[in-house]
Nanobody
């Protein structure tokens, strides 16, 4: 089972990036999916989550209105569209699959993790 995150890079403040998380080895259409991020020297924190088949979404307050999580079950892929990026969004972003089908902000509920993709936002 693998989650492959991609799409990170260097962008100026105010710019946009779209992260992708492709799952292989099994389907995650019955699992909630989430994105977390870890700035250098800090704890990994919740960013966004989506329920099975995209029925419900949750966002961290710091990204509400700027980030959008979505899923394409046919492609077994989850996306994170990030707009109006700020320097404080700089972090390694990780995608994860939860054990259950309901979106959750709790890191402990996520069992499968991708390798992370670095997002750097310059001022």
């Amino acid at each position: 089972v693998q989650l492959q995150a991609s799409g990170g890079g260097l962008v100026q403040a105010g710019g946009s990036l779209r992260l992708s998380c492709a799952a292989s080895g099994r389907t995650f259409s019955n699992n909630a999916m989430g994105w977390f991020r870890q700035p250098t020297g800090k704890e990994r924190g919740f960013v966004a989550a989506i329920s099975w088949r995209g029925g419900r979404t949750y966002y961290a307050d710091s990204v509400k209105g700027r980030f959008t999580i979505s899923s394409d079950n046919a492609k077994n892929t989850v996306y994170l569209q990030m707009n109006s990026l700020k320097p404080e969004d700089t972090a390694v972003y990780y995608c994860a699959a939860a054990l259950g089908s309901i979106a959750t902000t709790l890191r402990s509920e996520y069992r499968y993790w991708g390798q992370g993709t670095l997002v750097t936002v310059s001022s």
